[in-house]
């Protein structure tokens, strides 16, 4: 069942018609982003590291801050194949797909990626348990979009691997070598098309990192860290929702439509 209280945040107000995000835990560490820490431990995968990595190979990061109200809008492109992930996929990449699920037709739009609690063992160690309660709570996506949520990647091919606690090395390399061929290598996406990679806080550490591993050249691969925690588990209080409740779903779907811009698809 719901919580009866929607979770209390702190923030902070220009104006009252200005709402300000809380900025999120976590360790920033030199980076624009909030570091993962298992990967931070390693010398050669630090945040830092990963980041100087990612663009001598010539990718781009851009940072969505909405507490910056001079931000700009990152600006999406016909052809673009744009890939949102977010922890476990369950709730800002699943809002962020849907934002961007009417736009099919130009864009190719990868389905929502648990990019840390699903199978890609992005740290070399089995994390899909992690979001198995989770997946199973009440939430009210179907009430807000009116249907079901889209299938998470990889899910089709492995979700009968989510009672598996103890996988052998062999089915580790095997799902890595998965989302090295369909998700961060060079064939993921059309030649000569942008690929957008959309996602939130830490897991921008964990991306970079896996894309610094399945690339040689990262030419025309962009890394969309927008800046915020998550607001449909835990929405702010200003929104008066509930965590996963519909009302928690729309505001967070206006929120990212304020950072995109979608214009020329």
Known sequence: MFATQPVEHHYFTQSTSE???????????????????????????????????????????????????????????????VFPGCTAGLCRSVTLWTVLSPFSESITLFPPHATRQGFDPYNDKPHWQENYEFDLEDDEYAMWNNGPKPVRFAYEEYRHLQHISDPSPELLKELKQFHDDKYYGPSSADQGSRRVYITFSVNTHAILHRLNQTNETLENVIVVSVDLDDYISTPLQEWNALPRSRKAYENLAKLLESLLDTTKL
């Open 19 to 81: 709402l300000r995000y809380p900025k999120l835990k976590g360790r920033y560490n030199n980076t624009p982003f909030r570091v993962e820490e298992s990967l931070e431990k390693r010398t050669e995968t630090t945040g830092e590291k990963c980041l100087e990595k990612f663009k001598s190979k010539g990718g781009e990061l851009v940072v969505l801050d909405p507490n910056n109200p001079s931000i700009e809008k990152f600006e999406l492109h016909p052809k673009d194949t």
